[in-house]
Structures are given as structure tokens and as C-alpha cells.
């Protein structure tokens, strides 16, 4: 159990240091450090993941780092979608959705490995609305299924399709995801029974690792963060995915 809060500590400080990503660690930490069914701990992760980034958007807002506007498109149709995703999980296995969870893992490596591009200064916004939309949904859909919070995704389609700079991209970012992760947690409010306790205990302390990380981001390089990070859910989502092989066969 010490283990495990020791790494909610840390859990939030690389989603403080990295604006996302962080938080896909939540469910392996649960599962296979704190030995808790996969169901309960999808539904446990979006409410840490939601809580702990909502601490972390604070001061993105107070520094104008969230986009307001992309914010109102993107998030009402991705909690709809976490919704609906929550709604999808309840037929799935649990085995089911650590695999799927493992995949997602393998894709978000991929999107950290890649470096975005920053748009230049004076650079006319031009949102593609429709595609927003699409990917909002999809993003809650996953978010729903497997308990993440997305960042990996959000942060790339906002630079991508609202030419959002890269700033406003990661704090805009993480109110979505407060907003997304706490919406699919009240979809699993009515089918599971929640440990108050140890969810609070659990969020603290990564909200106090997301101030931390958030802290320490101006003193390290995220381009070689994020290269370590990505190596790191590549192997752990290799792991998972050869512990839940039973289901191919």
C-alpha cells in the first residue's frame, strides 16, 4: 500500500511535468501494485486522473494558457462520449479492458516520441469545428473504456486541428480532462462500490505531485522527458498486453 501512494506522488508529477500522459499509469499502479479488480480501478482512475488535472489546469488558467472557446467545443461532446464509453465498458471484461488499455498505452508512446510543432507568432487560428468534434467523441469513448484521460490525443488535435500554440494546447488540455475523466467516473458512480478513503488519500497525494511537477517542468528538458516516458509505456504496455494474452487464445 506504501508503494502505491509513493507512486500517486509521482504519478501526479509527470503529469505536472509532462501536461499529460502522466495519468496512464494510474491503472497499472492499481491493478498490479495495489491488487485492485480492473473495473474499479478504471473507474478509481478517472476520478484521480479528473481531480488531480482540474489542480493542474488552475494555474494554466491564472497564466491565459487555456483557450476557452476550444474548450467549450471540445469538452461537452467528450463528456458525451465518456459517457457513452462507460456505458460500452459494462460489456466488456475486465481482462478485456487492461488489453485495450495496454494498446492505448503502445499509441500514446507514439504520439510522445513525435515532436509538434509550435505555430508561429501572429499565426491566424483556423479550427476545423467538424474534425474537432469527431475526435472529442472518440477521445471520450476511450476515455470511458479504459479510465485515461487522453492528453496523449488532445494535446496533438488541438495543436493539429485548432492550430492551438503549444502552451495553451497542454492547459487547455487539462480542463478537458478534468472535465472528461470526472464525467465517466459518475457514469460508474451507480455500478460499482467506491473506497472514499482511499480515493482521497490517493488523489492528495497526486495533487500534490501535479503542483510539484508543475513546478519543476521550467528546470528539465520535456523533449527528452517525454522520449524517456515514451520508452517507459511501451514496455509496460508490452507487459500488460502479454499478461492478458489469454484472451487471443
Known amino acids: 500500500m506504501i508503494i502505491g501512494y509513493v507512486l500517486a506522488f509521482f504519478i501526479g508529477g509527470s503529469l505536472g511535468l509532462l501536461g499529460g500522459g502522466g495519468s496512464i499509469l ?3 499502479v492499481l491493478v498490479y ?13 478517472l476520478a484521480i486522473v479528473g481531480f488531480t488535472s ?10 491565459g494558457n487555456i483557450d ?10 467528450a463528456m458525451l462520449g465518456t459517457y457513452l464509453g462507460t456505458f460500452i465498458a459494462s460489456y466488456l471484461t475486465g481482462q478485456l479492458q487492461l488489453l485495450l488499455f495496454s494498446i492505448v498505452m503502445i499509441l500514446a508512446s507514439y504520439f510522445m516520441f513525435k515532436d509538434k510543432k509550435e505555430m508561429p507568432e501572429g499565426h491566424i487560428h483556423k ?22 484521460g487522453g492528453g496523449f490525443m488532445i494535446v496533438p488535435a488541438l495543436v493539429i ?3 492551438t500554440p503549444m502552451k495553451k494546447a497542454v492547459g487547455t488540455s487539462l ?18 462500490t467506491i473506497d472514499w478513503q482511499f480515493l482521497g488519500i490517493f488523489t492528495s497525494l497526486t495533487a500534490v505531485g501535479i503542483l510539484v511537477g508543475s513546478y519543476c517542468v521550467r528546470f528539465i528538458s520535456q ?14 504496455g508490452v507487459l500488460i498486453l502479454y499478461k492478458n494474452r489469454q484472451v487471443f487464445l
Request: hydrophobic fraction near 60%.
Open 26 to 28: 494510474t491503472v497499472p
Open 33 to 45: 501494485i495495489l491488487n485492485i479488480p480492473a473495473k474499479e480501478a478504471v473507474a478509481l482512475s
Open 54 to 63: 482540474l489542480i493542474g489546469s488552475i494555474g494554466h488558467l491564472k497564466a
Open 68 to 77: 476557452k472557446k476550444i474548450a467549450l467545443i471540445f469538452a461537452p461532446t
Open 127 to 148: 479550427t476545423n469545428i467538424p474534425l474537432v468534434i469527431i475526435v472529442s467523441v472518440f477521445v471520450g469513448i476511450l476515455t470511458g473504456i479504459v479510465g485515461v
Open 161 to 163: 486541428l485548432a492550430d
Open 175 to 192: 480542463i478537458i480532462i478534468s472535465l472528461n475523466s470526472l464525467s465517466g467516473f459518475l457514469g460508474y458512480l451507480n455500478k460499482l
Open 223 to 236: 523533449r527528452k522527458l517525454k522520449k524517456v516516458f515514451a520508452i517507459f509505456l511501451i514496455i509496460m
